[in-house]
T-cell receptor
Framework: GAVVSQHPSWVICKSGTSVKIECRSL??????MFWYRQFPKQSLMLMATSNEGSKATYEQGVEKDKFLINHASLTLSTLTVTSAHPEDSSFYICSAPPTGKNEQYFGPGTRLTVT | AQSVTQLDSQVPVFEEAPVELRCNYSSSVSVYLFWYVQYPNQGLQLLLK??????LVKGINGFEAEFNKSQTSFHLRKPSVHISDTAEYFCAVTGSNYKLTFGKGTLLTVNP
């Protein structure tokens, strides 16, 4: 149980285009999901907290207009990287705690490369 | 505010040797502690967690960790490692808001 999926697992896009990444909790409901960014050989940096039915909460320094988050249902959150640039290339990982539980399950990650 | 310090960025060991990955935390409130493992180009897998109760926590793949409140530590141990344990290990802490704060990670390399 407690499986989180991400789609796509790998995407290449051209500079200036937008990319949408999906995060799904497959066998549990999650009112909250988290989006992280990870650079090579570095730790995970929390970008934002996605809240079902309300606006996402962004960490300091993260541009909310560039990284659009939508939490449309109790099992789906999406991250859209708008007008992507090469510096947005990174590994994006989502996580979700089952509602009421203080433990998180991570998706397998999405490798974004912007050319 | 919470913070996590993983004292070793890299730990090389030989197969079947014991290993300890060190983690210290700081927090002004009660904490919940976790160890995650990450294999290359993959997400994170939960190894074990401390939420409350017994300070010795056993996890998957033969790993265990001990919560030491007085030393604010949560070190990860395994008595005998395998080649397949080679991976990046992250210690993390969270409070009641479920937000995880990660350490910088420790690369465990198991050599034959």
């Amino acid at each position: 149980g407690a499986v989180v999926s991400q789609h796509p697992s790998w995407v290449i896009c051209k500079s200036g285009t937008s990319v949408k990444i999906e995060c799904r909790s497959l066998d549990f409901q999650a009112t909250t999901m988290f989006w992280y960014r990870q650079f090579p050989k570095q730790s995970l940096m929390l970008m934002a907290t996605s809240n079902e039915g309300s606006k996402a909460t962004y960490e300091q320094g993260v541009e909310k207009d560039k990284f659009l988050i939508n939490h449309a249902s109790l099992t789906l959150s999406t991250l859209t990287v708008t007008s992507a640039h090469p510096e947005d290339s990174s590994f994006y990982i989502c996580s979700a705690p089952p509602t009421g539980k203080n433990e998180q399950y991570f998706g397998p990650g999405t490798r974004l490369t912007v050319t | 505010a919470q913070s996590v310090t993983q004292l070793d960025s890299q730990v090389p060991v030989f197969e079947e040797a014991p290993v300890e990955l060190r983690c210290n935390y700081s927090s002004s409130v009660s904490v919940y502690l976790f160890w995650y493992v990450q294999y290359p180009n993959q997400g994170l897998q939960l190894l074990l967690k401390y939420l409350s109760g017994s300070t010795l926590v056993k996890g998957i793949n033969g790993f265990e960790a001990e919560f030491n409140k007085s030393q604010t530590s949560f070190h990860l141990r395994k008595p005998s490692v395998h080649i397949s344990d080679t991976a990046e290990y992250f210690c993390a802490v969270t409070g009641s808001n479920y937000k995880l704060t990660f350490g910088k990670g420790t690369l465990l390399t198991v050599n034959p």
